[in-house]
Structure formats: C-alpha cells, structure tokens
T-cell receptor
Framework: DGGITQSPKYLFRKEGQNVTLSCEQNLNHDAMYWYRQDPGQGLRLIYYSQIVNDFQKGDIAEGYSVSREKKESFPLTVTSAQKNPTAFYLC????????????FGAGSRLTVL | QQQVKQSPQSLIVQKGGIPIINCAYENTAFDYFPWYQQFPGKGPALLIAIRPDVSEKKEGRFTISFNKSAKQFSLHIMDSQPGDSATYFCAASVETSGSRLTFGEGTQLTVNP
C-alpha cells in the first residue's frame, strides 16, 4: 500500500540532545512537508521541500533542520537549539506543488525530559 | 494576513446531534478551503473541501457552508455518531498559486453515545 511512514512513533530524549525523525513515502510525491502539532495551536509548518536537494523554511523553522537527498525521504532533525521541542510531529506530502490534498503520516511524538 | 481562526476549541454533543465548527479568514485571495479529520494517534486526512464558487457542499453526513462576503466557512455533521469523535482542522490556501495550506487551530469533537 502506498503511504507515508514516520518513525519512531514515540521518542524520549534528554535536553540538549539532537534527535532525527524519519519520514519515508512511496507515493512518488514531489513535495514533502513537516508540521508540528501542539494542543490548541493547529498545525504549524516547520520546513517543506518541493524537489530533491531543495527545501524552504516554514513558519517555525528555528531549531530544526532537514535534508532531501532522495525523493522518497525527508528527515527532520530537532536540534538542541529548539527551545520547546516536546510535540507531535507530522510529515506530509503532495503529488506536486499545484495539488492541494496533503497525505499525512501517522506522526511521531517527541518528549524531551 | 494568512491566519485562519477556528472555533470552538472543543465541542461535546450527543449522538444524533449536529455539531458545527466555524472558521474565519482574512486573506481574500484564498480560493480553496478543505477540512481535515484526525483520529487520536493518527495523522489528519482530507474530509471534504470547497471552493468559493459555491456556497455549500455535501458529502454524506458532512456539509461545508461557505460565506464569501463574511469570509467564513463552517463544517456541519448531520446525525453525528460516536465514531465521528476526532479533531477537525479547517484550512485555506491560494490554490491557483500552489501556496501552502494555512490551518486553523483545530476543534476536538466528542460525540457521546
């Protein structure tokens, strides 16, 4: 079945540690996105990539980094510079930048102790 | 202004009731208004969407009402069921420019048996 796989589903880390969240899609979608979800704040865009080897900052990029070396993969690193990293992280993709139907993964919940 | 304001933050109804979730926007260039449904521990999924050339769209028990002059749109769920209990997000974008979706804050709906 085609879809987006995020891993790990749950992750616990100590303050000051960098963590990388994996996002893999087999939908052959061009554009991929990372969102952060906090209660009462909706979905806020962290980074997005419309093509391999290119990505843009979203609304809350500070403290995060990404790479897009392969079309199917868009990993997100939460660095120690992110002040409040505990959240639910969602990866999504769209067939091309002209489309509007986002397909989401099941999410990764990061808890920083 | 890119914001989309959503209310209420939470909503509890009895089975068979008609919950209504409202969204308001400022950017008059928005021309695509989807609603996403998210079950606990899962990623959001597209539920229904509307474009401003119509004032209402129905898909099964779900209806979007759109008021272009008031810059508001709402989701109505007819004959609500406990299985409809989820978080609902409205969103908006300028589809013709392939812009990113801007999401509302989300509404946590509980339908009691």
């Amino acid at each position: 079945d085609g879809g987006i796989t995020q891993s790990p589903k749950y992750l616990f880390r100590k303050e000051g540690q960098n963590v990388t969240l994996s996002c893999e899609q087999n939908l052959n979608h061009d554009a991929m996105y990372w969102y952060r979800q906090d209660p009462g704040q909706g979905l806020r865009l962290i980074y997005y990539s419309q093509i391999v080897n290119d990505f843009q900052k979203g609304d809350i990029a500070e403290g995060y980094s990404v790479s897009r070396e392969k079309k199917e993969s868009f990993p997100l690193t939460v660095t120690s510079a992110q002040k409040n990293p505990t959240a639910f992280y969602l990866c999504a993709s769209i067939a091309d930048s002209g489309a509007n139907v986002l397909t989401f993964g099941a999410g990764s919940r990061l808890t920083v102790l | 202004q890119q914001q989309v304001k959503q209310s209420p933050q939470s909503l509890i109804v009895q089975k068979g009731g008609i919950p209504i979730i409202n969204c308001a926007y400022e950017n008059t260039a928005f021309d695509y208004f989807p609603w996403y449904q998210q079950f606990p521990g899962k990623g959001p999924a597209l539920l229904i969407a509307i474009r401003p050339d119509v004032s209402e769209k129905k898909e099964g028990r779900f209806t979007i009402s759109f008021n272009k002059s008031a810059k508001q749109f709402s989701l109505h769920i007819m004959d609500s069921q406990p299985g409809d209990s989820a978080t609902y997000f409205c969103a908006a974008s300028v589809e013709t420019s392939g812009s990113r979706l801007t999401f509302g804050e989300g509404t946590q709906l509980t339908v009691n048996p």
